[in-house]
């Protein structure tokens, strides 16, 4: 079975701040990929990363990076030089999994 | 390339109809995946369907629910009788083939109203 656990239910960060938002998953799957999604006001699904379970290095996208610990089944999202656009909430996923998501707001 | 379709948008029913939310996947993607957001929640799964197989459907409720991706035509959720606990946004999603190991695509979403 799958379950994926974020413990933050809302975060703030200062306009150009950076932000972590935590995620820890379970899975049995010996070879399976981690996302992070994105779902602003209009509700929509965007992704914004996704890392590759059996690779040790980092996945990065632009502004966006994640700190994946595989063998403590964490993969944390972090955001550098947030901007108003980034206010959403944040989903962690694993294997189809979802997390119950993460309030970002941005203070300007 | 067209993403993932799902229609209607918008849904009103009235308790003890039916309601059936339709969702074509991405062209290439033969896996397709259910979720529920009420109001302020996250995601929750539903069921995971290939090609005319339901391979996941523990996150359904045992009643009133169903879900079929026949070898033609759109994934269909069916929520029979419904009652105002089912007010919420459907998602739909696709992948070429099991979540584990590709990103799973999304659509906008039906909006289903029980008045």
């Known amino acids: 079975a799958q379950t994926v656990t974020q413990s933050q239910p809302e975060m703030s960060v200062q306009e150009a701040e950076t932000v972590t938002l935590s995620c820890t998953y379970d899975t049995s799957e010996s070879d399976y990929y981690l996302f992070w999604y994105k779902q602003p006001p209009s509700r929509q699904m965007i992704l914004v990363i996704r890392?590759?379970?059996?690779?040790?290095q980092n996945a990065t996208e632009n502004r966006f990076s994640v700190n994946f610990q595989k063998a403590a089944k964490s993969f944390s999202l972090k955001i550098s030089d947030s901007q108003l656009g980034d206010a959403a909430m944040y989903f962690c996923?694993?294997?189809?999994?979802f997390g119950a998501g993460t309030r970002l707001t941005v203070k300007p | 390339n067209a993403g993932v379709m799902q229609n209607p948008r918008h849904l009103v029913r009235r308790r003890g109809q039916e309601a059936r939310l339709r969702c074509s996947p991405m062209?290439?993607?033969?896996?397709v995946y259910w979720y529920r957001q009420l109001p302020e929640e996250g995601l929750k799964f539903m069921v995971y369907l290939q090609k005319e197989n339901i391979i996941d459907e523990s996150g359904m409720p045992k009643e009133r629910f169903s879900a079929e991706f026949p070898k033609e035509g759109p994934s269909i959720l069916r929520i029979q009788q419904v009652v105002r606990g089912d007010s919420a946004a459907y998602f739909c999603?696709?992948?070429?083939?099991?979540?584990?190991?590709?990103?799973?695509?999304f659509g906008e979403g039906s909006w289903l109203t029980v008045v």
């Open positions: 062209k290439g993607h033969s896996h």
């Open positions: 890392q590759e379970a059996y690779k040790q």
């Open positions: 999603a696709s992948s070429p083939s099991s979540a584990s190991g590709n990103t799973i695509y």
């Open positions: 996923a694993v294997s189809g999994r």
